[in-house]
DNA sequence: AATGAATGAGGCTTCATTCAT
DNA sequence: CATGAATGAAGCCTCATTCAT
């Protein structure tokens, strides 16, 4: 389609770009990362960024789309969907995706500050791609399970979002550690413990 | 201190000029905020605002605190914390919580926008401000528990913050909602009765 | 003429004004000066000042005529017009002048700043009243001389010139290292013995 | 290091800008002197200037810097260091001074003008410069003086002083003659005639 | 007389984007 | 393909000056 001409450059060079532009997003958020900086550290010329992307916000979206694909994609391929126990199933996600920070760290901070990116620029184009995935998401990853096993009378999705948000709190809380001790990264070893400690609790009192 | 000359100003006026700051800021951002906006919006000319205001800063900073101020102010005198029941105290402050949205609608969408501004201009100055006021506000909000209904061996933190955590979600949910169906506001009460089914739901499994 | 207001404004006030301008525009410069920072170390407001002073221009010259007819005055009433000899007539101005650098600093610094003042803005109607004022500087005070004393054939008028701007230049040098050293003021005491030292030279060059 | 992107330019927009910025600081001194007059005067876009020179103070140090280059180089090229007699080798300087205000009218222009720049936001970074350069200069220009010929007891350093201030005063006074003429350049012939009668002067005095 | 709110032009600088080479 | 010179709108902020009170 759009991106024919990018595709078909020397792969080392779509690499360098697409690191600098996700170092330099990272850094600055959408608005404030200057397309300058991008070329600088890519080492390429003004005139090519725009000859492979239209404009900033084309390239924005496809460095979203490319880290998306790249993650989600491992992402599916190493959870267990058959496993019918909510708990482990959240259990083994967690872990999937501590391995998943280690291994694609940019990648993820990138997605994460796309995820927080409030410029009015690329908000609207943005939340039409994050529905669509949070949507698929959350339905696939939490089909098929066996709910036999919560309290009588619970309301399962109730239980099952409060888990989830809880630990979208509790991953939020880790990254916020970790930055007010100025660590590069959280340290996922412990965190992979402490979230375990929650599942425990969440198993005791949502289970019959 | 530094903002007499603007609190010596015309009621009026200051109002005209922050609600524009506030609009903008929340439509826009921090960093994608123009001034020339904000003075278009509010009627006064561009001088005036760096009459009454150092710079853009200090604007978005002064529009927190006021926002911060007057939603807390209310917030402290009605919630009753003399409730022992942890269960109890968050039903009354999610009632409390409805009752501000209701009130101050744009305040809140500010301070929600605030939360999550990443500008790397205002993340140092404000992050002080937040820890400072999110330091007392879980601990005072949170104190004096009767903690003993809870199961025994319950790690209560742990318990408390899943419960946060849940609201915050929740909250983002019922914000989601709303947008996703053009409203200008959430439909409260359903979302205060859907909060309490959360409550029924924690009472039952958290306590003995 | 046109300052009679501000002439029949308390002693006191007119002072305090006065004093502010000639240190915002020793400390800046005339471009640089900003007539807040005057009001604001003057106490008063700022429509008080333009009330006074047509606008910043006016008010300088103002500033500048007050400086120079003070110093002026105080200098000829000192200096010695009888002495007919030139060198002797030269030292006692350099002890005079000395005297009047010890008595009033801040308005020497101010004369001393605006005769380098650049401003196109003031410039103009500067360099009339510089001329103005040499002219007559260096023709009454160097007038009924005894020029009999000088080697035969010598140009007078440029042994005089010479002399002067040697001290031009020496008064320059003198501020420079008071500068470079980080005084708040020169040796004045060293200084009349070196420029004493310079007399005796020409002295001895120039006379027969 | 820095300006490569500029000197890359080609040679006839090059001094087509530093031309322009050169009259416009002449004109204006570096504070009023505003960056909009300099484009429209070099008919360039506002962004090139930026592009080329991160600011305006890099471009006032560059300008500085061009103009002392060509200047200087110049200057000890045609001064002959061998001379041993101070007279002699202060009419040459007087020559070749001459002969560079001739055929470098704007950049002599613009370097006294900037010898005299109050700018406080170019001061400190400048003095730097003029001080490496006046050490060089004067120790260099009159290193390896037959002093012999002085008269005996004579403090040569202050004799040598002497001529040099009046060599500086008289180059103001003949600047000024010429703009109180409204003369572009004064008569420069004339000018070099009337410091050889000063050379004469001293000569005559202050040698045995 | 005295205040200080109000104005708006103008200052420097950044930046996405285009285009000739 | 690739470059980087060139543009000009827009951003934040300062400042002398005016005017209603």
Redesign the interface.
Known sequence: MMFLKFHSLDENKQQRILNAAIKVYVQ??Y??ASTNEIVKEAGISKGLLFHYFQNKKTLYLYVFDYCMGLVVTDFYEKVDMQEPDFFERMRHINLVKMELLNRYPDLFRFLE?AY??????IRPEFQERLKKFSESNTDQLFAHLDTSKF?NG??IQ??I??V???F???SA?VLGRAKAMQLDQPDYEAAYKEAD??IE??K???YK
Chains 1, 2, 3, 4 share one sequence.
Request: net charge negative; charged share 35%; aromatic share 16%.
């Open positions: 600055k958020g608005d404030l500050s927080l990116e409030m410029s009015s620029e309290k619970l309301d109730k239980a979002k409060s989830l948000w809880t979208e709190g509790f809380e400690a929650y609790m969440f005791r009192c949502f």
